[in-house]
C-alpha cells in the first residue's frame, strides 16, 4: 500500500516534527492562552477535586487477573502511586475480602530511581507457572516501549535477561529460553506506518542481531504490523506458532510457523484468530466465507492436527451464528471450556460453550441483565473466570464465575460514586439518513422538563468495530448528572454493537453513514425536546475526534460544545502522518481517486471555512502520542485561528494516545473538559 503524497501546499507541515520548536512554541502560546480561560473559572477547582478523589480512591475495585500460579495479580494506581504498583495475591484472600498484596513493581520509584518518566504497559508471562515476564515500560505514555525481564518470584529484574529497546514490539514466549520476536531489528526498518514486519527467534543470552529469522513482510503492509501468536495447552505445551501479517487495518493473512518455513493458512482475510481450547483453532469472521457456507460475524473452529498437517486446505465447523441483534464481543478460553461475552441490542451476557461428539453446547451464565458483561480474566488451571458487570447507574461489580458449573459469586461492589436516585435509563432508537435505525442511551433526571433546555453531553466513536456499552459513569455522574446534566452514548454504525456487519457498513466510500447516523441521534435528541442545540455539547476521541471534527464542521448549527480529544483531522494527508497509514482499511486511501474523493468531503482540516457559525470549540491532545499524531490538533488550532475563530487547545506534554500518564493528569483533563462544557452549555 503506498501512502498519498505529503501535500506541498500545507502552510502548518511544521506541526508534524512531534517536538519541534515551532510546533512546541504554538502548543506552549496554545497552553498558556487556553488553560487560565477554564482553571480560572471558579467551578474549575472543584471539578478537579472530584475528579481527583474518583481516580484516586482506595476503595476502587481492583482489575486482578488470574496468574499462572494460581494467584492473582493487578496494576494498582492511588494518590499515593500515581504511576502504579504492579502487585500479586492470594485468590483465597482475595475472596475473603482483605487480600495482602505484594508489590512486583513500585513504578514510581523506579521512574525516581531511573530517573526517567515510565508508565506501565502490562506484563507478558511464560506460562503455566508464569514466574518469568517480559514487562513493557513506556517513556510517558507512548505505544512504543522498551522491555526487560522480571522474575516475580524475586521481585527482580533479572541482569542479562531478555531486554528488547524502545520499539513498537511484538511478541511472545516460546519457552523459557526463546522468545518469538516482531520489531525494527534494523532501525527504520518498518512499514509506511511504523510498525514492524519482521519476525525472528531470539535466544536468551544471544545478541538480537544473531536471532533466526522465522517470517518477513513487506514495508508496504498496511495495519498494525505482523504479530506473533503462541497456541498452547493450558499445561504450557506449544502446539503450533503463527504470524499474522496485515494487509491493511482490517484484512490480513495468517501463517503457520514449520521447521520448512512458513505456510499461509486458508482462511479469509477478514477473519481473526482467537484461541485455542480442546485440540480446536477459534475464529472469528469478519466477512462472508460463501466457499465453505460461513457467513459474517460467525465464530468457526477448526482440528488444529488438520490445520498444521493441510495449512491451504482448511475444514472447519460452526461454533455460534449470532442473531441479527447479536454480536460477539469477546472469546476467552478457560482450562476446558471456551467463553463468549455477547452482546444483544448493546446488553451484554456471557456463555459457556464445552465441545462434545455432536459439536458445541451451551450454557448461558447468571449474571445481573441491562448491563455491559466483560470477561477480564481466566484460569488456565481449572474453568474459572473473572467477569465484570457494570451499567449507567448501578455500581461496578465483579464476579468469580465456574464456567463449567455456571454458578458466579460476587466479589466485590464498587460504593457509590454519585447521586443516581434521581436518574433513569433509556435506549432510545433514531432513524438514519438511509433509513437505518441506529440506537442510542440516555441517562437524564426522572423528572425532566421536554422544553429542550436540558444541557446535554453526547458521546459517540462509531469505528474500527468498537462498541460503545453502557458503564458506571463515575466520573461522567458526578461532575455532569449531579449538576443536571444528560448523558447520551450513540450506538452509530463503524462500531461493532451489531457485529462485522455494523462496522463494514460505515468504512471507506459508505464514510458519510457514520457521520449522518451522529447527526440523526443529534436530530431526534432535538425533536424529543431532551435538549436543544443551544444546550447541546459533543464529545469523541481519537477516530470520535474525527467525528467531532466532521460535526464542527458540517453541522455546526446542531451543537454548542465540541470536545476534541486526540483526534484524527487532516484525512488528506493522513497516510504520512504517525501511524496513519494503518488505517487506511478503516477510511480509504487519498491516493486513490474514488476514495479521496469522499474524504475530501468529510476531512475537518480541508473543510474548516471562514463565516461560519462555529461554536467555541476545545481540542485536546498529547506531545508523547505516537499513534494519533498531535499534528491533526494542532494544525486544526492554527487553522482556526487563522481564521478567527473562538477555540481552546489543551497539550499534555505526557500521556500517550490516552493524553494522561498518570492520575493527577487525568483527573486535570477531566475537570477542564467539565467546566468548558459547563461554560457552553449551563451558563
Known amino acids: ?85 504492579w502487585r500479586t495475591t492470594s485468590l483465597e484472600s482475595y475472596r475473603a475480602g482483605k487480600p495482602q498484596f505484594r508489590t512486583l513493581i513500585d513504578v514510581d520509584a523506579m521512574s525516581k530511581a531511573e530517573n526517567a518518566n515510565w508508565v506501565f504497559k502490562g506484563a507478558d508471562c511464560l506460562k503455566p507457572d508464569e514466574r518469568y515476564c517480559l514487562v513493557s515500560l513506556s517513556n510517558g505514555g507512548k505505544d512504543a516501549v522498551v522491555v526487560r525481564e522480571f522474575d516475580t518470584q524475586t521481585g527482580q529484574f533479572i541482569p542479562n535477561g531478555f531486554q528488547l529497546p524502545e520499539g513498537k514490539h511484538r511478541f511472545e514466549w516460546v519457552d523459557k529460553d526463546t ?152 472469546v476467552a478460553t478457560t482450562r476446558n471450556r471456551l467463553v463468549l461475552a455477547l452482546l444483544d441490542n448493546v446488553k451484554g451476557q456471557v456463555v459457556s460453550l464445552t465441545r462434545g461428539p455432536k459439536g458445541w453446547t451451551q450454557t448461558r451464565l447468571d449474571l445481573p441483565a441491562d448491563s455491559t458483561v466483560a470477561i477480564t480474566s481466566t484460569s488456565d488451571k481449572d474453568d474459572r473466570m473473572l467477569v465484570s458487570v457494570t451499567s449507567f447507574l448501578t455500581p461496578s461489580s465483579q464476579w468469580l464465575a465456574d464456567a463449567a458449573s455456571g454458578k458466579p459469586e460476587r466479589l466485590r461492589s464498587l460504593p457509590p460514586r454519585f447521586d443516581a436516585s434521581k436518574q433513569v435509563v433509556e435506549q432510545l432508537w433514531a432513524t438514519s439518513k438511509d433509513g437505518t435505525k441506529v440506537p442510542y442511551f440516555v441517562v437524564r433526571p426522572k423528572d425532566l422538563k421536554f422544553d429542550g433546555q436540558a444541557p446535554t453531553l453526547l458521546y459517540a466513536y462509531g469505528g474500527f468495530l468498537v462498541s460503545q456499552t453502557p458503564s458506571y459513569a463515575s466520573t461522567v455522574g458526578k461532575l455532569w448528572l449531579e449538576k443536571g446534566g444528560v448523558y447520551v452514548i450513540a450506538n452509530i454504525r463503524g462500531g461493532g454493537e451489531f457485529g462485522p456487519r455494523w462496522h463494514n457498513a460505515g468504512l471507506k466510500l459508505n464514510r458519510m453513514r457514520v457521520y449522518e447516523d451522529f447527526f440523526a441521534v443529534s436530530e431526534d435528541l432535538i425533536a424529543r425536546k431532551i435538549t436543544s442545540p443551544r444546550r447541546l455539547g459533543i464529545m469523541g476521541g481519537s477516530n470520535g475526534g474525527l467525528l467531532m471534527g466532521v460535526a464542527l464542521t458540517q453541522r455546526p448549527e446542531l451543537y454548542n460544545a465540541v470536545v476534541i480529544q486526540v483526534p484524527l483531522f487532516d484525512m488528506i494527508g493522513y497516510t504520512h502522518i504517525g501511524a496513519g497509514a494503518s488505517w487506511v482499511g478503516e477510511y480509504g486511501d487519498p491516493a486513490n481517486p474514488q476514495e479521496r474523493a469522499v474524504i475530501e468531503s468529510y476531512s475537518p482540516y480541508q473543510n474548516l471555512k471562514a463565516g461560519q457559525k462555529y461554536p467555541r470549540a476545545f481540542l485536546e491532545t498529547s506531545t508523547k502520542d505516537d499513534r494519533v499524531h498531535p499534528a491533526h490538533a494542532r494544525k486544526a488550532a492554527a487553522r482556526l485561528k487563522e481564521l478567527g475563530y473562538d477555540y481552546l487547545y489543551y497539550e499534555n506534554l505526557d500521556g500517550g494516545h490516552a493524553a494522561a500518564a498518570n492520575l493527577n493528569e487525568r483527573a486535570m483533563r477531566q475537570a477542564l473538559e467539565f467546566t468548558y462544557l459547563a461554560q457552553q452549555l449551563m451558563d
Not at 498519498?4 to 507541515?13: C, G, S
Not at 471558579?42 to 488470574?66: C, E, M
Open 1 to 85: 500500500m503506498a501512502a498519498a503524497p505529503a501535500p506541498t501546499n500545507d502552510p502548518y507541515a511544521y506541526m508534524e516534527e512531534i517536538e519541534g520548536a515551532r510546533a512546541m512554541q504554538f502548543a506552549n502560546d496554545e497552553n498558556a492562552r487556553s488553560l487560565p480561560q477554564l482553571q480560572n473559572d471558579p467551578r474549575y477547582a472543584g471539578l478537579y477535586a472530584d475528579a481527583l478523589k474518583i481516580a484516586t480512591a482506595t476503595d476502587r475495585i481492583p482489575g486482578v487477573y488470574f496468574a499462572g500460579d494460581g494467584s492473582l495479580r493487578d496494576f494498582w494506581q492511588d494518590a499515593q502511586h500515581v504511576r502504579g504498583l
Open 179 to 330: 522468545l518469538i520476536v516482531a520489531t525494527d531489528w534494523t532501525r527504520g526498518e518498518v512499514t509506511t506506518s511504523g510498525y514492524p514486519f519482521v519476525v525472528k527467534l531470539v535466544k536468551r543470552g544471544q545478541a538480537l542481531s544473531a536471532a533466526q529469522e522465522v517470517f518477513r513482510g513487506r514495508a508496504d503492509d498496511g495495519g498494525y504490523g505482523v504479530n506473533p501468536i503462541v497456541l498452547r495447552e493450558p499445561d504450557g505445551a506449544v502446539r503450533a506458532m503463527l504470524v499474522k501479517r496485515p494487509l491493511d487495518t482490517f484484512n490480513a493473512e495468517y501463517h503457520l510457523i514449520t521447521p520448512n518455513g512458513a505456510a499461509k493458512l486458508d482462511l479469509p482475510t477478514k477473519s481473526s484468530v482467537q484461541g485455542y481450547v480442546s485440540g480446536r483453532m477459534i475464529v472469528s469472521l469478519e466477512q462472508d466465507w460463501a466457499a465453505k457456507g460461513f457467513k459474517e460475524g460467525d465464530l468457526v473452529d477448526f482440528d488444529l492436527d488438520q490445520v498444521k498437517a493441510k495449512p491451504a486446505a482448511l475444514n472447519g465447523a460452526l461454533v455460534l451464528r449470532p442473531t441479527s441483534s447479536q454480536a460477539v464481543e469477546q
